[in-house]
């Protein structure tokens, strides 16, 4: 997936944002993890930072059961 807008997801855990990253990685995204510059009341301060498709992202998320808090441009 390569192109595209950034987008920054808030996730709930440090786990959540690796096992976002690696599930991404496979389907061919460009995922980072990075520590949030604001800490939100629902998450761990961790978000997950993509280049591509945000729909296509989204969708495999969901399918893989992770909880996206916020998205972030």
Same mark, same amino acid.
């Given at each position: 997936?390569?192109?595209?807008?950034?987008?920054? #997801?808030?996730?709930?855990? +440090? &786990? *959540? $944002?690796?096992?976002? /990253?690696? !599930? #991404? @990685?496979? /389907?061919?995204?460009? $995922?980072? +993890? /990075? %520590?949030?510059?604001? &800490?939100?009341?629902?998450?761990?301060?961790? &978000?997950? %930072? !993509?280049?591509?498709? =945000?729909?296509?992202? =989204?969708? !495999? #998320? /969901? $399918? *893989? @059961? !992770? @909880? +996206? #808090? @916020?998205? %972030?441009?």
């Amino acid at each position: 997936m390569a192109g595209g807008a950034d987008y920054v #997801l808030a996730v709930r855990s +440090i &786990t *959540s $944002a690796m096992r976002a /990253q690696k !599930i #991404l @990685e496979r /389907q061919g995204f460009h $995922a980072s +993890i /990075q %520590r949030s510059t604001t &800490t939100s009341p629902q998450g761990c301060g961790y &978000t997950v %930072r !993509i280049t591509g498709d =945000l729909s296509a992202a =989204l969708s !495999i #998320l /969901q $399918a *893989s @059961e !992770i @909880e +996206i #808090l @916020e998205v %972030r441009r």
